[in-house]
T-cell receptor, first 114, second 110 residues
Framework: KAGVTQTPRYLIKTRGQQVTLSCSPI?????VSWYQQTPGQGLQFLFE???????NKGNFPGRFSGRQFSNSRSEMNVSTLELGDSALYLC?????????????FGQGTRLTVV | EDKVVQSPLSLVVHEGDTVTLNCSYE??????LLWYKQEKKAPTFLFML????IEKKSGRLSSILDKKELFSILNITATQTGDSAIYLC??????????FGQGTELSVKP
């Protein structure tokens, strides 16, 4: 079974630009969550999607948004990039929304904002 | 505010040593606790614990949860250099959100 696939792996953007990251979950998994990882803050929850609906949102500004498609693939978008948005963005997939479901992570997208 | 605290933050041991990593939590509506190993990029799933006192084991790694005292430990016996990584503890709450600790950076010297 293929794992969670995130694209692109690396990205360099300029302040003020916008960026879209993609996540394909494990086949059959319907829940996708996004996390931001930085050295100072660790792993922080961005949002969770299930059946094309955002079910849960973390404490991030409105510049961070996402969506999920009918095939469970998800994208997250960051607009008006700031230097502080430089981070590793990780996506996790779970079979369902169950609170007892394991979550499996992709390799991440390393975003650098210059 | 929900929080997960791991200790120690970093640890250096020699091959063959046994290590114990700690994770304590204060999370509203706890549902499960998960351990991950992160080497370069993707955190790799190790264990999910939901019930107190039941040890989960995989090779040289084992973990147990105490829901009364709100903590979990991850044990690694006979450590190898390949165990060098950051070990992350996360608690899943009622909404399914994972709340992560800061991680413990383990370095195993030959």
């Amino acid at each position: 079974k293929a794992g969670v696939t995130q694209t692109p792996r690396y990205l360099i953007k300029t302040r003020g630009q916008q960026v879209t990251l993609s996540c394909s979950p494990i086949s059959g998994h319907r829940s996708v969550s996004w996390y931001q990882q930085t050295p100072g803050q660790g792993l922080q929850f961005l949002f969770e999607y299930f059946s094309e609906t955002q079910r849960n949102k973390g404490n991030f500004p409105g510049r961070f948004s996402g969506r999920q498609f009918s095939n469970s693939r998800s994208e997250m978008n960051v607009s008006t990039l700031e230097l502080g948005d430089s981070a590793l963005y990780l996506c996790a997939s779970s079979p369902d929304r169950g609170e007892l479901s394991e979550a499996f992570f992709g390799q991440g997208t390393r975003l650098t904002v210059v | 505010e929900d929080k997960v605290v791991q200790s120690p933050l970093s640890l250096v041991v020699h091959e063959g040593d046994t290590v114990t990593l700690n994770c304590s939590y204060e999370v509203t509506n706890f549902r499960s606790l998960l351990w991950y190993k992160q080497e370069k990029k993707a955190p790799t799933f190790l264990f999910m614990l939901t019930s107190s006192g039941i040890e989960k084991k995989s090779g040289r790694l084992s973990s147990i949860l105490d829901k009364k005292e709100l903590f979990s430990i991850l044990n690694i016996t006979a450590t190898q250099t390949g165990d060098s990584a950051i070990y992350l503890c996360a608690v899943k709450n009622q909404g399914g959100k994972l709340i992560f600790g800061q991680g413990t950076e383990l370095s195993v010297k030959p």
